[in-house]
């Protein structure tokens, strides 16, 4: 089964507090989540939650670290397999802080287990202006089709204009922007976007997952009989 894009929403609460909640449509089962989440707070993740009845999803969710830069920080996340068809993520900080956001990606025909095929994460300052002058830095993946979404804030300087090269255009633009494709073929990727008007200072995540093929679903397989 070949990955596909469901849905992508964001999140951009006013006021401060300790927890971000990022509200989707319904989960499909088997689907995976990459969420990207910002906070002006140097605060540590405690929880990262959905809402499935019965809370068949703990567990699953992985933090991929935190990105500072400009006293804004960020996390990148991703769950596999999610089931219960959840409605809503809930992201947990051990303080409150302003200036919260994030987008939340979910993908079909991914691998079940062990489906991260790299991820890239890069404080630019002072980049740009100019074609793909913002990015994550480039990760190498490893199998063709994988469903990769990169996501960009801004913390000071230009504007985040349009998606980068090979990306199409932006699906969110509302505290993150972000973008996502399906890459045709394994090899070099970087997110990235064009800059307009002065350089910019700003926080940039690149996750890629592998489709299900990767994990060994649907590939072709021979059978011998013993004489």
Same mark, same amino acid.
Do not use: C
């Given at each position: 089964?070949?990955?596909?894009?469901?849905?992508?929403?964001?999140?951009?609460?006013?006021?401060?507090?300790?927890?971000?909640?990022?509200?989707?449509?319904?989960?499909?089962?088997?689907?995976?989540? +990459?969420?990207?989440?910002?906070?002006?707070?140097?605060?540590?993740?405690?929880?990262?939650?959905?809402?499935?009845?019965?809370?068949?999803?703990?567990?699953?969710?992985?933090?991929?670290?935190?990105?500072?830069?400009?006293?804004?920080?960020?996390?990148?996340?991703?769950?596999?397999?999610?089931?219960?068809?959840?409605?809503?993520?809930?992201?947990?900080?051990?303080?409150?802080?302003?200036?919260?956001?994030?987008?939340?990606? *979910?993908?079909?025909?991914?691998?079940l287990s062990a489906g991260l095929d790299g991820f890239s994460s890069l404080f630019t300052a002072?980049?740009? $202006?100019?074609?793909?002058?913002?990015?994550?830095?480039? +990760?190498? !993946? !490893?199998?063709?089709?994988?469903?990769?979404?990169?996501?960009?804030?801004?913390?000071?300087?230009?504007?985040?204009?349009?998606?980068?090269?090979?990306?199409? !255009?932006?699906?969110?633009?509302?505290?993150?922007?972000? *973008?996502?494709?399906?890459?045709?073929?394994?090899?070099?990727?970087?997110?990235?976007?064009? +800059?307009?008007?002065?350089? +910019?200072?700003?926080?940039?995540?690149?996750?890629?997952?592998?489709? !299900?093929?990767?994990?060994?679903?649907?590939? $072709?397989?021979?059978?011998?009989?013993?004489?």
């Open positions: 089964m070949a990955a596909s894009h469901i849905q992508a929403v964001t999140a951009d609460p006013a006021g401060s507090a300790n927890t971000l909640v990022i509200s989707m449509a319904a989960v499909g089962t088997g689907s995976g989540l +990459i969420a990207v989440v910002a906070v002006q707070a140097d605060t540590t993740i405690v929880s990262i939650v959905d809402n499935a009845a019965g809370s068949p999803n703990a567990g699953k969710y992985v933090d991929l670290g935190k990105l500072s830069g400009s006293s804004y920080f960020t996390w990148g996340i991703y769950g596999l397999n999610i089931v219960g068809n959840p409605t809503s993520l809930t992201v947990t900080w051990n303080a409150a802080g302003d200036y919260r956001h994030g987008v939340l990606y *979910e993908g079909a025909g991914l691998a002072a980049s740009g $202006p100019g074609t793909d002058a913002m990015t994550s830095g480039a +990760i190498t !993946t !490893t199998e063709d089709g994988d469903y990769a979404v990169a996501a960009f804030v801004r913390t000071g300087g230009g504007t985040i204009a349009s998606a980068g090269t090979g990306w199409g !255009t932006f699906d969110l633009t509302t505290g993150f922007s972000s *973008e996502h494709q399906i890459q045709a073929a394994a090899g070099s990727l970087a997110g990235t976007a064009t +800059i307009t008007g002065s350089a +910019i200072d700003g926080h940039a995540w690149l996750i890629a997952l592998k489709p !299900t093929a990767a994990a060994g679903a649907g590939k $072709p397989y021979a059978i011998y009989a013993q004489q």
